[in-house]
């Protein structure tokens, strides 16, 4: 099983961000991850927003509440909650990148007075002790190699009685990871090195002083995410395969960057994965 490092999972950004532009409205969504279909949802803009206001619902944020966007991507989540809600946010990603991208998309939508991006890890950050109300984390907790890790840093700098809230995929069940094929060309082709089912992820929060308090799930909501996806890697393929051909130098990511779209497809029909939104409460000492 390959374990990827935070290297690896910056170059991954930032070599396929071209795609993301061309195929998941980057530059409108603001956001990198799946989307939240239902309701008066039409498009995918709007079902990209629809995962920020569902979390943000669960997790009762509100106007005084300091968040850490923690894998914060281009910032679409933090220009959210500060614009909507009110919020004070800090976003940390490990690209370099996406962090100037980030910033300027918090000036372009009005709300870098509110909003900072930095650089950092999120398993070892340079914040004080009780910095935070929220860690919030969208599609990006099972990147960490050591989820533990993830865990024992937002616990230091979550304040007393703070909370974690979570969107992301998980294992469906308990089964080796390394045993599914479509699993691992899923979430390998984005630096992903393991993926936890949610038993597995809630009982290492539990043993690192949290407790789940709420739990939704939207697998079937997330659908027509997974089918855009599915759709914009079929046709990639061809241009990738072009690409290739003619590109002797293509960055790795980018080169495989559609087996992902084409493998998260096959694995959600298997019912090997599912999506959940989920808030762990830190445990009063």
Same mark, same amino acid.
């Given at each position: 099983?390959?374990?990827?490092?935070?290297?690896?999972?910056?170059?991954?950004?930032?070599?396929?961000?071209?795609?993301?532009?061309m195929?998941?409205?980057l530059?409108k969504?603001l956001?990198l991850?799946?989307?939240?279909?239902?309701?008066s949802?039409?498009n995918?803009?709007?079902?990209?927003?629809?995962?920020?206001?569902?979390l943000a619902?669960?997790g009762q944020?509100?106007k005084s509440?300091?968040?850490?966007?923690?894998?914060?991507?281009?910032?679409?989540?933090?220009?959210?909650?500060? *614009?909507?809600?009110?919020?004070? #946010?800090?976003?940390?990603?490990?690209?370099?990148?996406q /962090? $100037?991208t980030?910033?300027? =998309?918090a000036e372009?939508?009005?709300?870098?007075?509110?909003t900072?991006?930095?650089?950092?890890d999120?398993?070892?950050?340079?914040?004080?002790?009780?910095?935070?109300?929220?860690?919030?984390a969208?599609?990006?907790?099972?990147?960490?190699?050591?989820?533990?890790?993830?865990?024992?840093?937002?616990?230091?700098?979550?304040?007393?009685?703070?909370?974690?809230?979570i969107?992301?995929?998980?294992?469906?069940?308990d089964?080796?990871?390394?045993?599914?094929?479509?699993?691992?060309?899923?979430?390998?082709?984005?630096?992903?090195?393991d993926?936890?089912?949610?038993?597995?992820?809630?009982?290492?929060?539990?043993?690192?002083?949290?407790?789940?308090?709420?739990? *939704?799930?939207?697998?079937k909501? #997330?659908?027509?995410?997974v089918?855009?996806?599915?759709? /914009? $890697?079929?046709?990639?393929? =061809?241009?990738?395969?072009?690409?290739?051909v003619?590109v002797?130098?293509?960055?790795?990511?980018?080169?495989v960057?559609y087996?992902t779209?084409?493998?998260?497809?096959?694995?959600?029909?298997k019912?090997?994965?599912?999506?959940?939104?989920i808030?762990?409460?830190?445990?009063?000492?």
């Amino acid at each position: 099983m390959p374990t990827y490092t935070p290297q690896d999972v910056a170059n991954y950004y930032d070599q396929t961000e071209v795609h993301y532009r061309m195929w998941w409205k980057l530059e409108k969504s603001l956001g990198l991850h799946y989307g939240i279909w239902g309701g008066s949802v039409k498009n995918l803009h709007e079902a990209i927003q629809n995962t920020n206001a569902q979390l943000a619902l669960l997790g009762q944020i509100n106007k005084s509440d300091i968040v850490l966007d923690a894998g914060c991507g281009v910032g679409g989540s933090s220009i959210y909650l500060a *614009k909507h809600l009110g919020c004070t #946010v800090t976003g940390i990603t490990l690209s370099e990148k996406q /962090a $100037a991208t980030a910033s300027s =998309f918090a000036e372009k939508f009005g709300v870098s007075s509110s909003t900072s991006f930095f650089g950092m890890d999120y398993t070892s950050t340079s914040f004080e002790n009780a910095t935070f109300d929220v860690v919030w984390a969208i599609e990006s907790m099972q990147t960490a190699v050591k989820k533990e890790k993830f865990l024992l840093e937002a616990f230091r700098i979550l304040k007393s009685n703070g909370r974690i809230v979570i969107a992301d995929c998980f294992k469906a069940y308990d089964y080796p990871f390394e045993s599914s094929k479509s699993m691992k060309t899923m979430f390998n082709g984005w630096a992903v090195s393991d993926v936890l089912s949610l038993d597995e992820f809630v009982s290492l929060a539990e043993r690192n002083g949290f407790t789940l308090e709420k739990e *939704k799930d939207v697998t079937k909501e #997330v659908y027509p995410s997974v089918r855009k996806f599915f759709i /914009a $890697a079929f046709w990639g393929m =061809f241009g990738t395969f072009f690409y290739n051909v003619f590109v002797k130098k293509a960055s790795y990511f980018s080169r495989v960057h559609y087996k992902t779209g084409l493998a998260q497809f096959a694995a959600y029909k298997k019912n090997l994965w599912n999506y959940k939104l989920i808030v762990l409460r830190k445990n009063q000492n």
